[in-house]
């Protein structure tokens, strides 16, 4: 660690002329550009602020909460599984139910399992 410090200390003694000098020396030796680096952090860093609402979720399944014959039963009844199935699932949480549903149907779909007993998590 102390040569670390001892590098800063170098650096910290530079001219801003030879620092550019050492980035540009840098940037060749290595193959790097760091005008590039804070180019493109910062579009990612001005987008993040516009990105769009979520439209599509995937239901998972976390956990049975101890009343794993209800959450069964609720499965089946919103997948469509039969019953080995619907039960396979639920004993292998976390798993998702549903994929690529919209909002609602993935909180009326969490609402339900979490009513029988179950854990729900959408993604």
Avoid: C, H, Y
């Avoid at 200390?9 to 801003?16: E, G, K, Y």
């Avoid at 804070?38 to 993040?48: F, Q, R």
């Amino acid at each position: 660690m102390a040569d670390i410090n001892a590098l800063v200390d170098q650096l910290s003694q530079l001219t801003v002329l030879e620092a550019a000098d050492l980035a540009k020396a840098l940037e060749e030796k290595w193959g790097v550009s760091a005008a590039a680096a804070v180019a493109v952090a910062g579009p990612a860093a001005a987008a993040a602020p516009a990105a769009e609402e979520k439209t599509e979720f995937d239901v998972i399944l976390t956990g049975d909460g101890g009343k794993k014959i209800n959450v069964i039963k609720e499965v089946r009844a919103l997948t469509g599984l039969g019953l080995g199935e619907a039960k396979a699932l639920v004993e292998s949480a976390p798993k998702a139910i549903k994929e690529g549903v919209n909002k609602d149907e993935a909180e009326k779909i969490k609402k339900q399992i979490e009513e029988a007993g179950g854990t729900v998590e959408l993604k």
